[in-house]
């Protein structure tokens, strides 16, 4: 089915153009070859097992390194323990001119942010910020919520779905960025479908997603609706329904999910695809937004908070969002 909801931009895209130049004038305008290190800027998020998270580094690693600096990186594997061991690693160093990521916690990251900015070192948010950041690349989780899931409803309605189906919201509360897009969701559905069954289901990675799944559809055959906060815990619920033996096309089941990465753009694009839709904030886009707030901070300029538009995509539009 194609999408009712007029697609909508949520910021302009000249200012990420602006984003890529800014990040590459840096490297040497004479020879093409990154200028002599500068030193080192690390991007930290709470694991390495979410996919966009993982395409961003590869985005900005040759960004990071045509301006002059060490790109560094972790995988705390969610412990914020581990996380903040090697916040602190960073700050040891010496020679770490900026420091970004996605907190475990973002309460407990408080206290490595101050001994970062002792040290002059500027700390930015990627999705949350917390005391003591100096900017975060935003998305704005609730509306981008809302959106994909009225639009879910909007073609279910559409194409005669009962009014009380059981809609399954997946994902987590753990930050105010989870929670507003888990609400988004659930609200965005409600204000087209209010007599919607919703049922949340926490799940923040694939093997989550793929576990909550079976044990959903064990208590609940007839849950076909499943709208994700992130495309991993979506794939995962994926995964499961094709071995529980629900075909790709299966017109009685919709998928979608707020972000996507290449191997969700290729089962959108499956003719009538179970997974319908996804609101895509772009990994290149974001990437972009990580490495000016670094580069910016290791060079003493002014930084704010930088807003990543999103946008819906279907079938008809999917490969003008692959990354590489």
């Not at 900026?98 to 309460?107: H, K, N, S």
């Not at 079976?214 to 991993?232: C, F, I, R, Y």
């Amino acid at each position: 089915m194609n999408s009712t909801v007029t697609k909508r931009i949520l910021a302009a895209g000249v200012a990420i153009a602006a984003l890529s130049l800014t990040a590459c004038t840096t490297a040497d305008a004479g020879t093409g070859e990154a200028p002599e290190s500068k030193g080192a800027v690390a991007m930290g998020f709470a694991g390495a097992d979410i996919t966009i998270w993982n395409d961003q580094l590869e985005i900005m690693r040759p960004i990071v390194e045509a301006a002059g600096y060490e790109f560094l990186t972790d995988d705390p594997q969610w412990d914020v323990n581990r996380q903040v061991s090697s916040w602190q690693a960073w700050i040891n160093r010496g020679d770490v001119k900026a420091i970004a990521g996605y907190p475990v916690t973002p309460d407990a990251m408080v206290p490595v942010t101050q001994q970062a900015e002792a040290a002059g070192i500027p700390v930015f948010g990627y999705l949350v910020g917390w005391e003591g950041t100096s900017g975060t690349t935003v998305v704005d989780s609730y509306d981008g919520g809302f959106e994909l899931a009225a639009n879910a409803a909007t073609e279910l309605q559409a194409a005669g779905a009962d009014d009380d189906l059981t809609v399954v919201i997946v994902g987590s509360r753990d930050s105010d960025f989870s929670a507003d897009a888990m609400d988004g969701l659930t609200e965005g559905f409600t204000s087209v479908m209010p007599d919607a069954s919703i049922v949340e289901q926490t799940a923040i990675t694939r093997e989550d997603g793929y576990n909550i799944t079976k044990a959903q559809m064990t208590a609940d055959p007839e849950s076909h609706v499943w709208l994700g906060a992130s495309n991993d815990t979506i794939l995962g619920v994926y995964q499961a329904l094709i071995e529980e033996g629900v075909a790709e096309d299966d017109p009685n089941f919709y998928l979608a999910s707020r972000d996507a990465t290449n191997e969700t753009l290729d089962l959108i694009k499956i003719e009538n695809s179970i997974y319908r839709t996804s609101l895509v904030v772009p990994a290149q886009a974001l990437a972009e937004a990580n490495a000016k707030l670094l580069i910016d901070g290791a060079e003493g300029k002014e930084t704010s908070d930088i807003v990543v538009p999103g946008v819906l995509v279907t079938a008809e539009d999917a490969d003008d969002y692959y990354v590489g």
